[in-house]
């Protein structure tokens, strides 16, 4: 398998601009979580599926914020309207659940910059 | 709420020692411990996943350990490389998802 992908790996983008990453977790997980690392933060968890149904979004920071996932191959995360403070690097990653064994699995990263 | 903590934050070591890297947590009801790995500008490479039933995992050169009772884990790298250079991360793992600590940096010279 070619791993987590995640596209694109590098977007700069004017404030205000609508931004959309987009992932394609490893055949067969059923869960996907979307990260945020940034240096003062570290990684935070924005939100995460199980099963394409969204379980918990506590982590998103606001409503600017949206995450879907139409399918069992695909997610995407949305800024509308991006600010300079989301800049960040931005991780997918998906584990099967099997028991307690959910190994994750993360994609390369979206490093987003917003000027 | 969980929480995750890294010691020490930075590490530089010659060549050719061994190291622990310390973890802890705060929650004892943890359904995993994973390290990873994370090279300046890439993603996350996991090294070992330590399921609650376990104890430890090894790995070539890596040893982790998990003591759920005290809210410690371990990363022990054995004959350190400059290759080892990287940072390494610890993530508790609750239902469905991974809480992270801030992570190890470590540098290994020749």
């Known amino acids: 398998d070619a791993g987590v992908i995640q596209s694109p790996r590098h977007e700069v983008t004017e404030m205000g601009q609508e931004v959309t990453l987009r992932c394609k977790p490893i055949s067969g997980h059923n869960s996907l979580f979307w990260y945020r690392q940034t240096m003062m933060r570290g990684l935070e968890l924005l939100i995460y599926?199980?099963?394409?149904?969204?379980?918990?979004d506590s982590g998103m920071p606001e409503d600017r914020f949206s995450a879907k996932m139409p399918n069992a191959s695909f997610s995407t995360l949305k800024i509308q309207p991006s600010e300079p403070r989301d800049s960040a690097v931005y991780f997918c990653?998906?584990?099967?659940?099997?028991?307690?064994?959910?190994?994750?699995?993360f994609g390369q990263g979206t490093r987003l910059t917003v000027v | 709420k969980q929480e995750v903590t890294q010691i020490p934050a930075a590490l530089s070591v010659p060549e050719g020692e061994n190291l622990v890297l310390n973890c802890s947590f705060t929650d004892s009801a943890i359904y995993n411990l994973q390290w990873f790995r994370q090279d300046p500008g890439k993603g996350l490479t996991s090294l070992l996943l330590?399921?609650?039933?376990?104890r430890e995992q090894t790995s070539g050169r890596l040893n982790a350990s998990l003591d759920k009772s005290s809210g410690r884990s371990t990363l022990y790298i054995a004959a350190s490389q400059p290759g080892d250079s990287a940072t390494y991360l610890c993530?508790?793992?609750?239902?469905?998802?991974?809480?992270f600590g801030a992570g190890t940096r470590l540098a290994v010279h020749p």
């Open positions: 330590i399921q609650s039933s376990q």
């Open positions: 599926f199980n099963n394409n149904v969204p379980i918990d």
């Open positions: 993530a508790g793992g609750g239902y469905n998802k991974l809480i």
């Open positions: 990653a998906s584990s099967s659940r099997q028991g307690t064994n959910t190994e994750a699995f």
